[in-house]
């Protein structure tokens, strides 16, 4: 089994990579995103008290979906910048903000843990939508929110609660680790569930110096016609997924996907495919 260091500059490297080729993908996929993180997002922007004409920070923005939720909450008087290290995904953002008439939305190129290119204390909220679970320095990144909000400004992200609790994702990369013959992700690495561990969210808002750290639990199910489309959506678009694979051959690959479609078809059923998933909404005051 692999042993290897972890090494965060080359993961960013890696991160960066594989969003600039899923980015057309995960916009694709957007009105079954919105559908799936829409209740979670809209509990993101109550507790960041995102309302007309706030100045809102949207950290590893994606395609932003969620950038333009907020948009429209803080009306024509508000502003809104999505921040994200892909580029390419950040066009799919700036294009959508502007085919909704959206034009207090503005994007800008930056690495979550390091925003020193954002105006500091100019911001009412900051926002991330499974984005902080990614990064190496969850610290540094909770730091560059924290120096971009006014006193009193809030950080509210969604993040995976534990992996027992979202088998549409987990069960895929329990299989790619063992295929991939990775080793666990040790305390304080990035993944999809760095953060879902009981009291493992609260603890880093509150190691960062955000007070009043509050956590609500979103049942968020992927609901799909099947478990083959599931598959489908996590092999387009899941660039984590993608990064774990780097290193396996076409054949391993293959093998892989199968056997992901294989495990997940326990979760069809009459509805079709509902597979389990719990969002977390962590948030704090500045």
Known sequence: MTTTTFDAAAYKRTTRAQWEEAADAWDRWGPRIEEWLGAATEVMLDAAAVADGSAVLDVAAGAGGQTLAAARRVGPTGRVLATDVSPAILEH??????????DQVETLEADGEDL?????????????????????????????????????????????????????FAIPVGIIRRIAQLPPPLPGQPGPFSLGAPGAAEAAFTAAGLKDVTVTRVPSPVRMASAAEC?????????????????????????????????LREFEGPEGFVGPCEMLVVSGVS
Do not use: C, K, T
Not at 94 to 102: E, K, T
Not at 119 to 128: N, R
Not at 239 to 247: F, I, P, V
């Open 116 to 168: 020193s290119a954002v105006e500091a204390g100019a911001y009412d909220a900051v926002i991330s939508r499974v984005g902080l679970i990614y990064f190496p320095d969850q610290q540094a990144a909770l730091a560059s929110m924290r120096r971009a909000l006014r006193p009193g400004g809030r950080v509210s992200a969604v993040v995976y609660a534990a992996a027992d609790l979202n088998g549409f």
């Open 231 to 263: 598959v489908q959506f996590e092999r387009e678009s899941f660039g984590a997924l993608h990064q774990m694979l780097a290193n396996v051959g076409p054949a391993e690959r293959e093998a892989a996907w199968e056997e992901i479609a294989d495990a």
């Open 93 to 102: 953002a700036a294009r959508a903000a502007r085919d909704a008439g959206l």
